[in-house]
């Protein structure tokens, strides 16, 4: 039962951070329609970003406070961001609007490749670490019920108590804002939307930047796990079956959906995967998205497709 | 004013279902390929063979299966390179485990199971639309990977996870030189082209277009969709698998499975939407593109003689690489085939455009 219990835990906590990434698609969905896959070079690039600057900023200006490095790095690395959103609907989005999804897929490929190469260039391509002062001691807990108590990862945990501040700051920011407001209006309608005078042009910038700071976040957060190297923009590939699981244009979905797929890789890896040679959690996530898909083809919380003849 | 058809008459119905009905192209096309029989055997080099003339040939060939499953059916797939892959292990398996197997045999074999392959995979389809199927047909490329990977059967027992073919023998003829494989590939496709290219144009082909325009109507209209979507998805991965097995035997000769990883996918689907959707000859174009651009792109350094390290030029490449296709779905969203039309419409009527 308390190994039970700690699998369910980390997988939730690696759920969470799924989610963060799959949170990045749909804002981004939502808003343009546009299925973004330069999501994974996008984490790649803010993770990048903060972790050079965080090594740079102190030698810059002679300073030798991580905290101040830590924060100004962030600062940084949120601009570069908002430029690269800005760039790409100058330079791209703009000029593919009413084109098939895709279309605007491959040219978000295209996107991808371009932020991989100009991050790798600008910032360097060996590996780099993030480090933002998380513990990494960790933690047990209820050990007069279970015996030897669970342990669970503190720096998990840090991680997903951000995202989960993240998600919530979020839907403030959408709820209750009138950018927000201006940002749901155009998700649910670009023309309706257009004619009451939303500038289309600048609510693609904000919310591919909203799409960036999130991957800024995602990368961090990974970042400080795992290292900064090319492989982080894998994670999105993670995030596929959470997108699609949660239904594309959905806040919520997205982060249940993650915390299914977290638990479900975990549980399977470890119940199942011992009987098939090991490694399935790569496809495993998948599998599981399509079953679900094929009950229910818009996803858990996804908008009802509607067929007009 | 040399391309027009004026003064060609058509006096039967078999004239007017011609694949070339202007007499013009069917020069041009019988022109094209003593080049590609003739010409280039007598003038390529061994490199050319090995790094242009075969990966063309092949991917162009794994382009058109694919294109007749996005461009002609509207089935976005990412999972190509799942079908290619496991062209290319069924094959080597039928080639390793039955003894005396023909190659030809082999090949079409691992066509076969790729096809049931794609048929299984492929039901998901018909209730799973768009973006959505498209992220789920990554089901397929992440599973056949770790099959591939983790189950020793499919390798013959092979240490180290990877395979090789050595000699290629057809009817007793062995194909070792790279002229000699790339006349092989040439014929293959030459052969499955045609077949697409008929396919497309008879009924199913149509069956699969009304599917990919509108699928509520085209079932109003009496086409069904569980065969109309089963069928490009079964016609589709035969001639991937097909391809992958190609891929193996004659481009690679010895592979692992990460030579039919997700980036495999992601190429051919490039090669198709900057190819064009839902035309043959934008397959070839599309394949003739990806496989150039890098090799171009490569050289351009050591042609203005810029010496810069290994690491950045590879960079600079993934930028401009991803730059162009950006720029090509901006300029041209339906493809090299479109403006290989568009040219064409235009040389009709020179010098007299109205």
Not at chain 2, 161 to 169: D, E, M, N, P
Not at chain 2, 238 to 258: D, K, N, R, T
Not at chain 2, 267 to 287: R, T, V
């Amino acid at each position: 039962m308390g190994f039970f219990l700690e699998t369910l835990f980390g997988g939730l906590m690696v759920g969470m951070l799924y989610a963060l990434v799959a949170l990045g698609f749909v804002l981004i969905f939502k808003a343009s329609g546009v299925f973004n896959f330069a999501q994974g070079a996008m984490v790649l690039f803010a993770a990048l970003a903060m972790a050079r600057f965080s090594e740079w900023l102190p030698r810059w200006f002679g300073f030798d406070s991580p905290v101040l490095a830590n924060i100004g790095a962030f600062v940084l690395a949120a601009l570069c961001m908002i430029v690269v959103a800005w760039l790409v609907e100058r330079l791209a989005l703009r000029h593919l609007v009413n084109q098939p999804g895709i279309t605007l897929l491959m040219a978000t490929l295209g996107i991808g490749n371009v932020l991989d190469g100009a991050g790798q260039l600008i910032f360097g391509s060996a590996a780099y670490k993030i480090d933002v002062g998380m513990p990494k001691e960790p933690l047990i807990v209820l050990d007069k019920v279970f015996d030897g108590g669970l342990l669970l990862n503190t720096e998990d945990m840090y991680s997903a108590l951000a995202a989960a501040a993240l998600v919530t700051l979020l839907t403030l920011f959408f709820q209750k804002t009138s950018t927000g407001r201006a940002l749901r209006a155009v998700a649910d309608d670009h023309q309706a939307a257009q004619s009451i005078g939303i500038p289309l042009g600048r609510i693609w910038v904000i919310v591919w930047s909203v799409g960036g700071l999130v991957a800024l976040v995602a990368g961090v957060i990974w970042g400080s796990k795992l290292g900064v190297q090319y492989s982080i923009s894998l994670v999105a590939l993670k995030a596929f079956p959470v997108v699609i699981l949660g239904g594309l244009t959905s806040v919520p979905g997205a982060i249940l959906g993650g915390l299914i797929i977290g638990v479900g890789e975990k549980m399977s890896e470890i119940y199942i995967g011992g009987h098939l040679g090991g490694g399935i959690e790569n496809w495993f996530a998948y599998v599981l998205a399509l079953a679900v898909l094929l009950i229910r083809p818009q996803g858990l919380f996804g908008d009802k497709i509607i067929d007009r003849v | 004013m040399f391309y027009r058809e004026n003064g060609q008459f058509k006096s039967s119905y078999r004239a007017d279902l011609a694949l070339f009905p202007i007499a013009q192209d069917r020069w041009a096309m019988l022109a094209l390929a003593a080049i590609a029989f003739v010409g280039a055997p007598l003038l390529a080099s061994d490199y050319a063979f090995r790094a242009v003339l075969i990966p063309f040939l092949i991917l162009a060939l794994a382009a058109i299966g694919l294109n007749v499953l996005v461009g002609y059916c509207g089935q976005i797939s990412l999972g190509t390179g799942a079908f290619m892959a496991v062209g290319a292990y069924a094959a080597y398996n039928l080639q390793v485990r039955i003894e005396g197997m023909p190659l030809l045999l082999s090949l079409l074999g691992g066509g076969v199971a790729a096809a049931v392959l794609g048929v299984m995979f492929g039901i998901p389809s018909l209730r799973i639309r768009g973006l959505y199927l498209a992220v789920a047909t990554l089901a397929a490329q992440f599973f056949v990977d770790w099959f591939t990977n983790r189950v020793a059967w499919v390798t013959h027992d092979s240490s180290s996870g990877s395979v090789s073919v050595q000699t290629l023998r057809i009817l007793g003829h062995s194909f070792d030189t790279p002229a000699q494989r790339y006349l092989l590939c040439l014929a293959l496709v030459i052969v499955f082209g045609l077949l697409a290219k008929n396919l497309v144009r008879g009924a199913i082909g149509r069956e699969w277009m009304a599917m990919r325009d509108m699928d509520v109507a085209a079932a109003v209209i009496g086409i069904r969709p569980v065969y109309a979507k089963l069928t490009a998805f079964a016609v589709s991965s035969f001639i991937v698998g097909v391809a992958g097995a190609l891929w193996g035997f004659v481009h690679l000769g010895a592979w692992e499975p990460a030579a039919f990883g997700i980036d495999k996918s992601f190429q051919l689907l490039f090669m198709i939407i900057i190819g064009g959707l839902g035309s043959i000859a934008g397959s070839f174009f599309g394949a003739a593109f990806i496989v150039l651009l890098p090799l171009l792109l490569n050289g351009i350094p050591r042609w203005l003689g810029l010496s810069m390290s290994t690491a950045t030029s590879s960079h600079l490449e993934h930028m401009i690489f991803g730059a162009l296709i950006v720029f090509f779905l901006i300029v041209e969203p339906h493809g090299l085939a479109r403006l290989w039309s568009t040219a064409r419409q235009k040389l009709r009527v020179w010098p007299f455009p109205h």
